[in-house]
């Protein structure tokens, strides 16, 4: 079965440092998101691309993010200069379709945990 | 200081009884309803989706009810297993304001817990 996959499943960095999470999305799917969950709360939208740029973002989704599909196959978002209460899961997903005939369906990777220290 | 994460909802249920897990939706424009489990340490998994259109829709031992007079969602699941232990969130579906269907928001989730 198809699966979105990420890495690092675990990251600790520094306070100040730059981070990189890497995800490769469904090959078939068009649609790309970046979703964070801090330890305890609810799901939180981040952005969403499609077409190579990004199409939706969240006010949580400031300066210090960005989201890139370098090569056709990987989707990462970047943090450039992490804070400690950018400590969370991130989640990546895809969807294969949009639009009024889309089933929502979101696929989800398992995470990848940054711990800011 | 310190942030304190949302005290989750717990459900408590015997094996074998079934569960009705609800939740409020906050967008009365949302057109698009998802339920997600998710195991502990593990991403949200599709478990059955409803279109506003609708007020009831079944899968296998889940059935999802809409009631968009109040914003109201709720997820029965029949004969309740211990694998089904984890927590579920509703996630409303609704335009962006790129005016596609990308922008899915989740609600705070129950934690079902069944009990052997």
């Known amino acids: 079965e198809p699966e979105v996959t990420q890495t690092p499943s675990h990251q600790v960095t520094q306070m100040g440092q730059e981070v990189i999470l890497r995800c490769v999305p469904i090959s078939n799917h068009l649609y790309f998101y970046w979703y964070r969950q801090i330890l305890g709360q609810k799901v939180e939208f981040l952005v969403s691309?499609?077409?190579?740029?990004?199409?939706?973002k969240s006010e949580i989704f400031d300066d210090q993010f960005s989201v890139e599909r370098p090569d056709g196959s990987n989707f990462t978002l970047k943090i450039r200069s992490t804070k400690l209460e950018d400590s969370a899961m991130y989640f990546c997903?895809?969807?294969?379709?949009?639009?009024?005939?889309?089933?929502?369906?979101?696929?989800f990777g398992e995470g990848s945990r940054l711990t800011v220290l | 200081g310190e942030s304190v994460g949302l005290h989750l909802p717990t459900l408590s249920v015997q094996e074998g009884d079934n569960s009705i897990i609800n939740c409020a939706y906050s967008?009365?424009?949302?057109?698009?309803f998802i339920w997600y489990k998710q195991e502990s340490g593990k991403g949200p998994q599709f478990i059955i989706d409803?279109?506003?259109?609708?007020d009831k829709r079944q899968g296998q031992r889940v059935t999802v009810l809409l009631n968009k007079t109040v914003k109201h969602l709720s997820l029965q699941i029949a004969a309740t297993q211990p694998g089904d232990s984890a927590v579920y969130f509703c996630?409303?579906?609704?335009?962006?304001?790129?005016?596609?269907?990308?922008?899915?928001?989740f609600g705070i989730g129950t934690k079902l817990q069944v009990i052997p």
């Open positions: 996630a409303e579906i609704h335009r962006g304001e790129s005016g596609g269907y990308q922008k899915v928001t």
């Open positions: 997903a895809s969807k294969r379709s949009g639009g009024a005939a889309n089933t929502g369906e979101l696929f």
């Open positions: 967008n009365s424009a949302s057109d698009y």
């Open positions: 691309f499609y077409n190579n740029e990004i199409s939706e």
């Open positions: 409803i279109r506003s259109n609708m």
